[in-house]
């Protein structure tokens, strides 16, 4: 009698097994655990592993590759923040310079046009118009400058904030799966613990 029921859970293991490989080749062929996204690889370690009733069995190895590239993925994220965050801060102290600069040249400008006689421009004499428009144009190059320096600022700071949202989502998702692996493992070590106990009273 032991014998039959043994034989009968073997063979609808089986059925089941071959049954689920037959419907998801298709969508495994397109799935690696060595390429794609990290979502694309939880899948794939999902999907190729055993089940046991509403457990899976998965491979240590399989574990061991997802979580160094998992880490892998979050250092090149890491990576990328760092050197944001250094472009980042270079470029607001490009920007205070500009400011200093443009300060300092509308300073000059000031003391130029109170100075009505003197039409000197680095030891260079010119005219009131051409002397004006030099002075007003080395003031437009450094504002458009600034403003390019400050969108640039606002560009980098955006891709911060985003590659901290990605970091956050990316962090929270492995934990996620890191628990759930750890919850389905010991599901199945239970499992085949009270079937082993079955079989020893048997």
Aim: hydrophobic fraction near 35%; charged fraction near 30%.
């Amino acid at each position: 009698m032991k014998f039959f029921k043994t034989l009968l859970f073997t063979a609808l293991t089986l059925f089941v097994f071959n049954n689920s490989n037959a419907q998801n080749s298709d969508d495994d062929e397109k799935l690696s655990l060595n390429s794609g996204t990290i979502d694309n690889q939880f899948e794939y370690v999902i999907r190729r592993s055993n089940s046991w009733q509403d457990y899976k069995t998965v491979k240590k190895t399989w574990l061991y590759t997802l979580k160094a590239h998992t880490i892998d993925s979050l250092n090149a994220v890491r990576k990328d923040l760092v050197d944001t965050q250094a472009v980042v801060e270079t470029q607001a102290k490009e920007i205070e310079d500009l400011k200093a600069n443009l300060s300092n040249t509308k300073t000059n400008l000031d003391d130029t046009i109170a100075e009505k006689d003197s039409m000197e421009l680095f030891g260079i004499p010119m005219t009131k118009p051409n002397y004006s428009l030099t002075l007003w144009s080395i003031v437009g190059i450094l504002a458009i400058l600034l403003l390019f320096f400050v969108y640039k600022y606002r560009n980098s700071n955006a891709i911060t904030k985003q590659s901290n949202k990605s970091l956050a989502e990316i962090e929270e998702e492995f934990e996620e799966h890191r628990r759930n692996a750890l919850e389905r493992e010991q599901k199945v070590r239970r499992q085949l613990q009270d079937m082993i106990n079955e079989q020893k009273k048997s």
